[in-house]
């Protein structure tokens, strides 16, 4: 087990492997991150906060890293978070109950998991991807995942805490790659400080 890389996004900066790669100066600054990336990809508009962040923390990390050296299902992608889809979903609520018609467009992101296929569709990972819904980060869970899926064969683990929910938004991601034989306790110290930033 080796953990290659991270990535954590908010409206603070855009942070790799711990280094600030760029600060942030705009109200909307997931719509920033994507100019400065120079991204051509017409879906990420229509894409909810949770989606976009987490396709656009993929994207910089990928950016870094040869993430396409993995098979089709090689990579597992394993997402988390303590709210659910529950930022859009009172959105959807919102849409039938007060403007009277409900939004397809909103309906399709209440499930969590979407944000999970929307990276399988980009990258073309077919192998297993999950979403939990966890108090809060838990190094320790990841491990514990990571670890079931390289028993079945799994080349690496695109794992992350994504959430967007009563004015906080944040996405920390990490890839964990199935050689190297770093010790589990180092790697779990190292992305609690990582998060924790």
């Given at each position: 087990?080796?953990?290659?890389?991270?990535?954590?996004?908010?409206?603070?900066?855009?942070?790799?492997?711990?280094?600030?790669q760029?600060?942030?100066?705009?109200?909307?600054?997931k719509?920033?991150?994507?100019?400065?990336?120079?991204?051509?990809?017409?879906?990420?508009?229509?894409?909810d906060?949770?989606?976009?962040?987490?396709?656009?923390?993929?994207?910089?990390l990928s950016?870094?890293?040869?993430?396409?050296?993995?098979?089709?299902?090689?990579?597992?992608?394993?997402?988390?978070?303590?709210s659910?889809?529950q930022d859009?979903?009172?959105?959807?609520?919102?849409?039938?109950e007060?403007?009277?018609s409900p939004s397809?467009?909103?309906?399709?992101?209440t499930?969590?998991?979407?944000?999970?296929?929307e990276l399988?569709?980009?990258?073309?990972?077919?192998?297993?991807n999950?979403?939990?819904?966890e108090?809060?980060?838990?190094?320790?869970?990841?491990?514990?995942?990571?670890?079931f899926?390289?028993?079945?064969?799994?080349?690496?683990?695109?794992?992350g805490?994504?959430?967007?929910?009563?004015?906080?938004?944040?996405?920390?991601?990490?890839?964990?790659?199935n050689?190297?034989?770093?010790?589990?306790?180092?790697?779990?110290?190292?992305?609690i400080?990582?998060?924790?930033?």
């Open positions: 087990m080796k953990l290659v890389a991270s990535i954590y996004i908010s409206p603070k900066g855009v942070f790799l492997n711990n280094e600030l760029f600060s942030l100066t705009e109200e909307n600054w719509k920033e991150i994507y100019s400065k990336l120079e991204i051509d990809y017409s879906k990420f508009h229509k894409m906060a949770l989606s976009k962040m987490a396709f656009l923390s993929t994207e910089t950016n870094a890293v040869n993430t396409n050296k993995y098979d089709d299902n090689g990579m597992v992608l394993l997402f988390a978070n303590a659910s889809s859009t979903d009172l959105k959807y609520i919102n849409s039938y007060v403007k009277g397809p467009s909103l309906f399709v992101y499930l969590p998991n979407i944000l999970t296929g399988a569709i980009r990258h073309k990972w077919y192998g297993e999950c979403f939990y819904i108090e809060k980060f838990d190094a320790e869970f990841y491990l514990e995942q990571i670890n899926y390289f028993s079945k064969g799994a080349k690496a683990c695109l794992c805490w994504v959430n967007s929910f009563d004015g906080k938004e944040e996405c920390f991601e990490f890839l964990i790659e050689e190297g034989n770093d010790n589990k306790e180092l790697i779990k110290e190292e992305l400080k990582l998060y924790n930033q």
